[in-house]
């Protein structure tokens, strides 16, 4: 049966979750991007829209149009012609992972469209060509988009995800000032060289943070979930964020850090009603500056773009 | 009831583990040092032999005395004597954890003697004390000796452990050429820098180790002990080493690196028959350079000094 129009539906997610720089990331409920994939008569990809009015609408800037264009290739059928339309759910350069959505939406909406001649990790790949491009070669969103749940991503020569189980009590608190950061100048201000004794304390927390959520030890996840590499370096680009932060963890969170390059950061906590507080606490502090902040009290999304169901399929 | 006599036994281990520098640890079964710690008349720690002739027989220079010291010091019962006995089961310097296993041993049977006044988080401290004079201010290999098993440092200041699952079947060769590398001079060829690629790649690569030991999942475990920081910066300082990491591989081993600062090396594997063909393998790349090499072939060791019965005690 061929089809004539395939669509998958993304989550969002918190990348790094802390220290975890480019190599922890989770999916979160709420919002993401769905992309629906049409057979078109001219060869190639093409764009219905750009998914937002800040986006690029060429196939080859967009996200979605990237991913798509590396299936085809990938599937050896460039031949073929393949019309996107992408729904952005997603805040644009919001830290929630909106661009690598986009991207595993598209790739495997595509590859429904095609007879999925492509397995999940010639997908992942795809869709890491355009995450390369737009925002840096790195994974820790990509996989939690395509995968769902907690993953960390052990290498991506080759590539080399481990899923992660995580405590079912787990709360996190996304909180989305008004603000817009480059996810290319988020990673500028990274530094290039580390010291030592700040690579034992990543890679200390990094690892106590995986032994947390196999364990379902959410005070160990607190404790180990402290990044002073990537948070201090962006913090200065994100006006308000150390005060915010400190009111969540006044409000009872365990922990909180920038989600991904920012401008949104995450808290967590385990129950509905501190994840409730930690939210009015933060939207407080940032309304006390003049800066509009959205909020929503989220769990990990257990689905990604691989088994999250989409009935707009049809032959 | 007044102790006039006790006794602890502190296991050997892997320190590091591969890529977790500093973090990662375990205990492993075979020989240990063993610390008897006899009331004396005069005040503080004496030693009546300093466990090994290329040792200080000092007390503020060895391991036990200056563990034992600071028990001492912690418990405020600096007006006790106390006469230590070593019985060193470890090779000196030999990256089996042997000065943290004195140390560690040295600490419990003191604390044994006077009453047991302090805690574990106190006596890793105090054990800390002679590890940090003697060989840099790392827990991985006191840790293991004090709690046994597989153990992830998260923290120093304060002293954060966390105990780790490992899978039954994991099988540990240890290979001690003779060789005698300082622990000084091992650190002193870490790099102080590290560019930002390679942190993550040793963050990712830590952090999967945890997630093996969880799940047991051994080919994970293999593929995530891969250490690029502190492996090639130590290797150029034991010959042979390199090609009997290769022989082990070819072998069977699903990995293998320096244990902790060298010269011994170590490989996992998950069976005694493949262990066995290792262990072979090893010894006779150095045999071939003339280089003499013991091997054995452990197992996590459960138990360590805290939990590890010994005899020893009189009233």
Same mark, same amino acid.
């Given at each position: 049966m061929r089809l004539e129009r395939a669509a998958a539906l993304a989550p969002g997610g918190v990348g790094n &979750? !802390? %220290? !975890? *720089?480019?190599?922890l990331g989770m999916a979160v409920t709420g919002p993401g991007d769905r992309v629906i994939a049409e057979r078109a008569d001219e060869p190639g990809v093409t764009m219905s829209g750009a998914g937002h009015a800040d986006l690029p609408r060429a196939a080859d800037k967009n996200a979605a149009g990237i991913a798509a264009n590396a299936v085809l290739e990938r599937a050896g059928t460039l031949r073929d012609g393949v019309r996107l339309t992408l729904e952005k759910g997603l805040p644009i350069s919001g830290g929630q992972g909106g661009s690598a959505a986009s991207a595993v939406a598209s790739a495997v909406a595509v590859n429904r469209l095609l !007879?999925? %001649? *492509?397995?999940a990790i010639a997908l992942f790949e795809c869709a890491l060509v355009a995450e390369s491009q737009l925002s840096g070669r790195h994974g820790d969103n990509l996989a939690s988009a395509l995968f769902g749940g907690v993953i960390l991503?052990?290498? *991506?020569?080759p590539v080399d995800i481990v899923s992660l189980p995580w405590p079912a009590e787990l709360r996190v608190v996304l909180a989305h000032p008004a603000q817009r950061l480059d996810t290319a100048a988020a990673r500028e201000v990274l530094p290039s060289f580390i010291d030592r004794a700040s690579v034992t304390a990543a890679m200390a927390n990094v690892a106590a943070m995986v032994a947390a959520f196999a364990s379902g030890d959410m005070a160990l996840l607190g404790r180990a979930l =402290? =990044?002073? &590499?990537a948070e201090p370096a962006r913090a200065v680009l994100l006006p308000g964020f150390v005060e915010a932060k400190a009111a969540a963890l006044k409000a009872g969170a365990l922990a909180g850090s920038i989600s991904g390059g920012g401008p949104t950061s995450f808290y967590i906590t385990d129950s509905d009603s501190t994840a409730a507080k930690i939210a009015d606490a933060v939207r407080a502090e940032y309304d006390s500056r003049g800066i509009a902040c959205d909020t929503r009290v989220s769990r990990v999304a257990p689905k990604g773009a691989l088994t999250l169901a989409d009935d707009a399929t049809s032959a």
């Open positions: &979750i !802390g %220290p !975890g *720089l480019d190599v !007879g999925n %001649p *492509l397995d991503v052990r290498s *991506l020569d =402290d =990044d002073q &590499i």
